[in-house]
């Protein structure tokens, strides 16, 4: 096999949640390019058949299934329709996720709650339903989507910093439970990336320093700049890293 086929997933079909835009998009346009069939989701069924069509656009063979990750009836029913109508699903990245930003002390428990629940609750959710056609098939790919907060706190986002090493660990627990059976689950971390989550923070002159400042590479990334992270851990290139977190930041946790 020549080195340039090991990062081939032609014949794979691959979800990636949370993907109408911003990192997911990135993410799955690369898994596409690899050769993957993609399934994106929201939960905005238009926004979703936009960025469908902005995919199939560019070449991409993609399908459109909106469902709410974070609830377990509609991630359940979604995962029974993709796995009978659309097929197997080999590549599972679990991307969906949000950000509040409040004092800690002004947090609501709803809001606590609902932060947890589409970043953590959500990958166990996907995963779980996912994972037995993955084990059944003694195969399988799931890369969870962490972040620099997995090991450091900001003032404002204590709750998501709490989500994002939840995730982390989460992704080694996986990988423990689920190696045997011949899956990979690895994490990567993104640093700062220029979507809509931050989109406030863009606009910000005086955080825009700062990123630019804390950030090695003197930058934001962009959605695109996780696409070749995704598919390295998506291919039999990555067949022996397992319980990985893989960070992809420009430096940013090299220094303090
Ligand atoms: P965006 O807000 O740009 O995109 C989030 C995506 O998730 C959208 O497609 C959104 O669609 C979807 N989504 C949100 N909630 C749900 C839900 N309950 N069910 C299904 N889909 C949902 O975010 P980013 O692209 O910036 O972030 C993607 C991931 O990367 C997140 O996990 C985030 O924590 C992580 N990350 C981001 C960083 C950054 O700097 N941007 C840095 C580190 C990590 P809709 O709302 O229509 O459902």
Known sequence: MDSISLFSLRGKRALVTGSSRGIGYGIAEALAGAGAEIIINSRNPEALGAAAAQLAEGGARVKALAFDVASEESVEDAIAHAENE?????????????????????????????????????????????????IARKSGKIINICSVLSNFARASVAPYSASKAAIANLTRGMAVDWARHGLNVNGIAPGYIATELNEALLQNQEFNAWVEKRTPMGRWGMPAELGGAAVFLASEASSFVNGHILYVDGAFTATV
């Open 86 to 134: 659309i097929g197997p699903v080999d590549i599972l990245v679990n991307n969906a996720g949000m950000q509040h930003r409040q004092p800690l002390e002004e947090w609501t428990l709803d809001k606590f709650h609902q932060v947890m629940d589409t970043n953590v609750t959500s990958a166990f959710l996907v995963s779980r339903a996912v994972v037995r056609g993955m």
